[in-house]
């Protein structure tokens, strides 16, 4: 029996898997790792200050910077935040679109953040590419409505900035025609992987108790097994209305996430083609167009008094806290990231398997710098 | 004295020289060429795995984007990590290069030989053992975590894997009676001079193949075997702190092991350069370089293949797998080897009397039998070392949709 | 020209013996002593011993040699610490035996024998299926006792790094 020393080792601020700049300071005894902490901070930009400052509207355009993946969540969270704390109605068509494009960019975020995954494990970026094709077909619709491809800034308060135009109706339309296609091939191509199978099968346990207690949330939460997803635990904008599963994991492992992330993406499909389906054609309604022309007149201010609102975000539950104190921007403002908490765990996550998990584990969290230091 | 000045400036001392640095001149420069076809091949070939085009701006199909990148790295800074072990951070390039090159020495291209020892197929597991210093000293001389454990984890990979990689080749080395590469490819043309005399198309030379070509691919650090160089783990590996002309000179030395590799396997398995034709005199040379450079560079596309699809890895799963699957597999076709040869040549006098009944040595009858016997043997164990290493009490996972 | 290019090796290999000897470092000692096998690796070539040379690189300077070098990094240890001399009575002894060394190096030399007569020309010598015979008929008993030895250092080796049982998490 030999006995073996502890060491010590920084992986990044600068290093190509940590997901932006981060620092994961490991204590490793051989390949093992006995103790992690993650070092975070390296981005971060005040935005919680910025928001303070800036006037609400101004503040839809930062909030796009936190999940740099996912703008349209972001502003979505924002915007109703706002409209809770303002009484401000918002038109049935403009909440369908919001939900059209909030679960066009779920799936766009799965998309890729699988396909990180893999690359973190080391697959040279074939499944990334593919990952890659949907998020830039979604992208150019994105981009359509937007003008802009990733910062889309696309939801006001009240609805949302442009109305959909009946091309790009058909444009989503056909988007989701091919998607089954591309997510079988996907399957297809990883699902039954030998080497997938050794390095996620029982890696990065989370236990269900401990992911409670951690309060982690998305589908790390949804893989350790607990159905917990804010779109069913508390509906907001017209959930409701739709009929969609939460999967959930049996194990909390690597490949469990994994599995929740592919059949989320199923869901999402399933919600968009009831959302196509069932969108009013009532055009002209993509806005509150009372409260459009009043925020004209004299800007937009908000009665003293504070409101929170979560939506579920692809990587867990974000949550916006306004105070108000009757000015024109934010008295307090306070976001609850899901990259942050979910990082928490991490440690537990990692104890005790080997160095190159950490990689795996770390891209199965799927963390976003920009959400983390914000 | 006199003999001594003699052996110096004689005119037959000159003459060798000469015609040795003419070969060796045109290993270097076939190689530097190879491998900027085997970069542009890997990238091309990859990119359209992955819906993208790959370089194509650079000269027609991008097929000059190598001789850019090449001035690029020329033109670059050559820098030293403070701290660093200057002599041997400077001289691992070397040392990897010198071994990988040195390889290419007794590698026949289709019937153009370079030098015929009569050791050469231990030669080449020499030589690439020596590979292995060069990558210690790159890992430790840049005096850097990263770059030392993926020296670390490049040698032990590198000595495990070795071991399969060379006891698949005894097998051959049995079969054939001579460590010599020409001997190898000269084997199989005969009996029959068809196709199915390659050594792959026997059941040991199929077992012996799939080792050596998976040894192989971890002997030179190809996918999913590319853990020295991990990115995601460990940066660069041991090429972390290696930029400008050395970090070139490592990327040439690792196609160029690359290419090695490929054109082992087509010699040893596949035949070298035998094909039809390849016995007319002038033009049979062309075409078995031909076909040489067409089988060593179809085996380089699978290599490229296997590192479209597949993810890395672990480093214990890796050596886990050499040890307990491909050594077993090795061992047990070193068996099945000498069955094949007691059975085919064997008669009374080796004590296979009863051999004797099927027909004389080499019959058909006899090849037969050996066929049967080996192929079961083989298929056999290949399913058993399989089934035990085939990973066991893993719950069915099912993300299963709850409506909550 | 033989008689040139082993000169040069031998020069190279004595050169990288010393150096190895005399270097501080115990890594540049190591790599030091990868070049000296070389060197006999080469000398075993110009021996017509291709085999012999092909096993000294293959198993010294690849393998050996390699773990040699892993096991210093992996210590640390490569800068030598200036030590209390914990075996007194090594220098006389070392000193002693060396001078034997070259008195039997210089006997050699200066009083050449007889070469011994052999029936087999050179090349056969090193070739890889008489070396084999020989091995496995006359030598037999040497090569088992070696291979008993080397499986001896090897289930060490296991005991010594085996976790525990019922301890830590293998």
């Known amino acids: ?374 | 004295m006199r003999a001594m000045w003699e052996f110096f400036f004689g005119v037959g001392w000159l003459a060798t020289l000469t015609s040795y640095l003419t070969i060796t001149t045109a290993i270097l420069v076939a190689g530097s060429l190879v491998m900027m076809l085997l970069t542009w091949i890997e990238r091309r070939g990859l990119g359209y795995m992955q819906d993208r085009k790959g370089p194509n701006r650079v000269g027609p199909f991008g097929l000059f984007q190598p001789i850019a990148e090449a001035i690029k790295t020329i033109t670059k800074e050559d820098i030293t990590p403070t701290d660093a072990d200057r002599w041997v951070h400077f001289l691992a390039p070397v040392v990897i290069l010198a071994s990988t090159v040195a390889a290419f020495a007794v590698i026949p291209w289709g019937n153009l030989i370079p030098v015929d020892i009569n050791v050469g197929v231990l030669y080449i597991v020499a030589v690439s053992a020596v590979h292995t210093v060069g990558i210690l000293m790159a890992g430790w001389a840049s005096n850097n975590k990263f770059a030392l454990l993926g020296g670390m984890r490049g040698v032990a990979q590198a000595i495990s894997y070795e071991i399969p990689q060379v006891l698949s080749l005894v097998s051959i080395v049995m079969l054939v009676g001579s460590m010599s590469v020409v001997d190898v490819i000269q084997n199989q043309m005969d009996p029959y001079g068809n196709i199915l005399s390659w050594h792959i198309f026997t059941p040991v030379g199929l077992l012996s193949f799939i080792v050596f070509w998976i040894a192989s691919l971890a002997e030179g650090e190809r996918p999913p075997f590319d853990n020295p160089e991990a990115e995601s783990e460990l940066v660069a590996g041991y090429m972390t702190e290696y930029g400008g002309m050395k970090f070139a000179v490592l990327f040439l030395a690792n196609y160029l092991t690359n290419f090695a590799i490929c054109a082992v396997t087509a010699g040893v398995f596949l035949g070298g350069g035998n094909g039809p034709g390849s016995d007319i005199p002038i033009l049979g040379t062309l075409l078995s370089v031909f076909y040489f450079l067409a089988k060593s560079l179809g085996l380089f596309f699978v290599m490229v293949w296997i590192r479209g699809v597949v993810p890395r890895l672990r480093i214990d799963e890796l050596m886990h797998f050499a040890w307990k699957f491909l050594l077993p597999l090795a061992l047990v076709n070193i068996f099945s080897t000498s069955l094949w040869i007691a059975i085919i040549r064997w008669g009374a006098e080796q004590g296979m009397g009863i051999a004797e009944a099927l027909g004389a040595p080499g019959s058909i009858a006899r090849i037969a039998v050996a066929w049967v016997v080996t192929a079961i043997i083989n298929v056999v164990a290949f399913f058993l070392v399989a089934r035990l290493n085939a990973t066991r009490g893993v719950t069915t996972y099912q993300a299963t949709p709850t409506a909550v | 020209m033989e008689i040139a290019f082993f000169i040069i090796t031998a020069l190279l290999t004595i050169g990288a013996a010393v150096a190895m000897v005399l270097s501080h470092n115990a890594v540049h000692s190591a790599l030091w002593l990868v070049l000296n096998f070389f060197g006999v690796a080469v000398l075993y070539l110009l021996l017509n011993a291709p085999f012999l040379a092909m096993v000294q690189i293959t198993v010294y300077a690849g393998a050996i040699m390699v773990l040699f070098l892993f096991v210093i990094m992996l210590l640390g240890s490569e800068q030598g610490q200036e030590e209390v001399n914990g075996l007194p009575w090594q220098t006389p002894v070392a000193l002693v035996m060396g001078l034997l060394l070259v008195v039997m190096a210089g006997y050699a030399l200066f009083f050449p024998g007889t070469p011994v007569p052999t029936t087999q020309t050179p090349n056969e010598i090193g070739a890889p299926d008489i070396l084999a015979r020989k091995l496995f008929s006359t030598y037999l008993l040497p090569f088992e006792i070696t291979s008993v030895l080397l499986l001896v250092a090897l289930i060490g080796a296991v005991v010594l790094t085996m976790k525990s049982r019922e301890g830590d998490r293998v």
Request: charged share 20%; aromatic share 10%.
């Open chain 1, 1 to 374: 029996m030999l006995k073996t020393e502890e060491l010590q080792i920084n992986i990044g601020p600068q290093h190509p898997s940590t997901h932006g700049v981060f620092r994961l300071m490991a204590t490793v005894d051989g390949e093992t790792v006995v103790h992690l902490e993650p070092v975070f901070g390296y981005l971060h930009r005040n935005h919680e200050q910025l928001g303070e400052i800036w006037t609400y509207l101004q503040t839809i355009t930062i909030t796009d910077r936190l999940d740099y993946f996912n703008s349209m969540i972001n502003e979505h969270g924002y915007c109703m935040t706002v409209e809770k704390l303002a009484s401000i109605e918002v038109p049935e068509r403009a909440e369908y679109i919001r939900v059209i494009m909030s679960e066009l960019s779920r799936i766009l975020n799965h998309a890729a953040a699988i396909g990180f995954w893999l690359q973190d494990m080391g697959s040279w970026g074939t499944t990334l590419m593919f990952g890659f094709r949907q998020r830039e077909m979604i992208m150019d619709i994105f981009e359509s409505v937007g003008g802009s491809r990733m910062m889309c800034n696309y939801m006001r308060f009240g609805g949302v900035a442009r109305d959909l135009t009946p091309n790009l109706v058909e444009q989503i339309n056909l988007f989701l025609e091919g998607f089954p296609q591309f997510i079988d091939d996907f399957e297809r191509l990883m699902m039954e992987n030998e080497i997938l199978l050794a390095r996620s099968r029982n890696v990065g346990v989370l236990p269900k108790e401990l992911a409670a207690a951690y309060s982690v949330t998305g589908p790390v939460i949804r893989g350790s097994g607990i159905p917990y997803d804010i779109r069913r635990a508390e509906p907001y904008s017209i959930y409701d209305r739709f009929a969609f599963d939460i999967p959930v994991g049996s194990v909390g492992d690597v490949y469990d996430r994994f599995l929740v992330r592919m059949e989320e993406m199923r869901q999402s499909h399933r919600i968009l083609r009831q959302a196509m389906e069932q969108l009013p054609q009532a055009s002209g309604s993509y806005i509150n167009q009372a409260y459009k022309a009043a925020s004209k007149q004299q800007g937009l201010r908000l009665p003293a008094g504070e409101a929170y609102c979560r939506v579920e975000s692809p990587k867990g539950e974000l949550g916006y806290y306004i105070v108000s104190n009757g000015g024109n921007s934010a008295y307090r403002y306070g976001i609850r990231a899901p990259s942050l908490i979910n990082l928490t765990a991490l440690n537990d996550m990692c104890r005790g398997y080997t160095v190159a998990d950490i990689v795996v584990i770390l891209g199965s969290i799927d963390i976003v710098m920009g959400e983390v230091d914000r």
